[in-house]
């Protein structure tokens, strides 16, 4: 089975920081471009971040440049996600996604293929 599993999430201050990890198994990540995703209540699922196979090209969305950073170790076989100086509105279920790739293009977020199930990030005084 091909499967992504999320984890790191959890109750943080605002300030605070995390790093959300996103593990794989049943398949190697090197041939996967991967994006994280997040979805607040009441709102729509957002691309927040994606990298590509070789981790030359990253993105980001607006309201989280300079504070998320994303990377990856194939090695390990899996992709994080470091989120410093965190705000309430980054409150949400966060989602790892990949995406197969031959080529060695620029990340984006459409596409995904296999999805993680979420893991929840509250960032509350």
Known sequence: QLQLVESGGGLVQPGGSLRLSCAASGFTLDYYSIGWFRQAPGKEREGVSCISRRSDSTKYVDSVKGRFTISRDN???????????????????????????????????????????????????
Not at 85 to 105: F, N, R
């Open 75 to 125: 090695a390990k076989n899996t992709v994080y996600l470091q989120m410093n100086s965190l705000k309430p509105e980054d409150t949400a279920i966060y989602y790892c996604a990949a995406k197969g790739v031959i080529g060695l293009g620029p990340c984006v977020y459409s596409g995904m293929d296999i999805w993680g199930k979420g893991t929840l990030v509250t960032v509350s005084s």
